[in-house]
């Protein structure tokens, strides 16, 4: 568009300059393709649901915003894809033995959480619960084993008994001091016997 169109344009859309029959001319007519969405949500694009048009969410207040990226379904049969700006990437049309509500979705869902195990899956699980256990046997048994040595270690006593005993050793050094005295006296009368040499 050039410059002159754009202005041309805005002229019109304020209605200057142009006379009813010629703004009537240039404007557009705009067309919207609504549908509502499996869930209930209504949604809008500018001319038909193609490839490469904006998809809108139409508010509860009327306001219109971009669509959720992700791939949604209409009431009508039509499966769309958008990207994270809302542009419709993919369509395809569900045929009517395809379609499938909310609720049988969600039915689906609830029976594939349920957990179904084979005969076999259960009897490796029990040799699994069973080694475990044994496990758990040798380790209670030697935490038992080590709370008996902890046991005796904390009733021995960590020392001899101290007692008072400063008698005995007085009397063992007055005996010592007393063998030392006979052993000096035994000497001199030993050495007195000896005459010196003149």
């Known amino acids: 568009m050039t410059a002159n169109e754009a202005i041309k344009s805005i002229k019109v859309m304020l209605g200057v300059g142009q006379d009813a029959e010629t703004a009537n001319a240039l404007v557009e007519d705009v067309k919207l393709a609504e549908a509502t969405l499996m869930?209930?949500?209504?949604?809008?694009?500018?001319?038909?649901?193609?490839?490469?048009?904006?998809?809108?969410?139409?508010?509860?207040?009327?306001?219109?915003?971009?669509?959720?990226?992700?791939?949604?379904?209409?009431?009508?049969?039509?499966?769309?894809?958008?990207?994270?700006?809302?542009?419709?990437?993919?369509?395809?049309?569900?045929?009517?033995?395809?379609?499938?509500?909310?609720?049988?979705?969600?039915?689906?869902?609830?029976?594939?959480?349920?957990?179904?195990?084979?005969?076999?899956?259960?009897?490796?699980?029990?040799?699994?619960?069973?080694?475990?256990?044994s496990g758990l046997e040798a380790l209670e048994s030697k935490i038992n084993a080590t709370q008996e040595e902890f046991h005796a270690f904390r009733d021995e006593p960590a020392a001899a008994k101290i007692t008072n005993n400063i008698d005995e050793v007085k009397k063992v050094q007055g005996d010592l001091a007393a063998a030392r005295f006979s052993k000096i006296m035994e000497f001199r009368k030993e050495t007195s016997k000896f005459k010196p040499l003149k």
């Open 39 to 133: 869930d209930g949500t209504k949604v809008e694009v500018d001319g038909e649901f193609e490839v490469g048009k904006q998809a809108f969410v139409v508010t509860s207040e009327g306001e219109r915003v971009e669509a959720p990226e992700g791939k949604h379904e209409t009431t009508d049969g039509i499966v769309f894809t958008t990207d994270r700006v809302g542009v419709i990437t993919a369509i395809d049309e569900v045929e009517d033995g395809e379609a499938e509500s909310v609720d049988e979705v969600e039915a689906e869902l609830e029976v594939e959480d349920e957990l179904t195990l084979s005969a076999e899956a259960i009897d490796t699980l029990v040799k699994s619960l069973d080694s475990i256990q």
